[in-house]
């Protein structure tokens, strides 16, 4: 089994920043992606953005494209974690944010290809 938990979520105004951490624990795979989703009240989980085994491939949603950046910590092969770096966030960014864990070389944007979820971490952008 896989164990993924984000940390960072939390309270920022308008135009502000936060970086959001998945530290993943357990089971390893020698290929993968990790990916960001996020689901705001009433809505359907989307897709925000997804990073590969190596840290090479990264791929965006539309809307944070610019704005977000992906990234992992691959100087420590034992410690593997997830960031999402937000900038410049607006209102419609609030949501409760959720790594995921896709095993393979195949990319995808669909959360329910993924296998493996935390639990999330909420992001309250105000006005």
């Known amino acids: 089994q896989v164990q993924l938990v984000e940390s960072g979520g939390g309270l920022v105004q308008a135009g502000g920043s936060l970086r959001l951490s998945c530290a993943a624990s357990?089971?390893?795979?020698?290929?993968?992606?990790m990916g960001w989703f996020r689901q705001a009240p009433g809505k359907e989980r989307e897709f925000v953005a997804a990073?590969?085994?190596?840290?090479?491939?990264?791929?965006?949603?539309d809307s944070v494209k610019g704005r977000f950046t992906v990234s992992r910590d691959t100087a420590n092969n034992a410690k593997n974690t997830m960031y999402l770096q937000m900038h410049s966030l607006t209102p419609e960014d609030t949501a409760v944010y959720y790594c995921?864990?896709?095993?393979?070389?195949?990319?995808?944007?669909?959360?329910?290809?993924?296998?493996?979820w935390g639990q999330g971490t909420q992001v309250t952008v105000s006005s």
């Open positions: 990073i590969s085994w190596s840290g090479r491939t990264t791929y965006y949603e």
């Open positions: 995921a864990m896709i095993v393979g070389t195949t990319y995808s944007s669909d959360s329910t290809t993924y296998s493996y």
């Open positions: 357990g089971r390893t795979f020698s290929t993968y992606y």
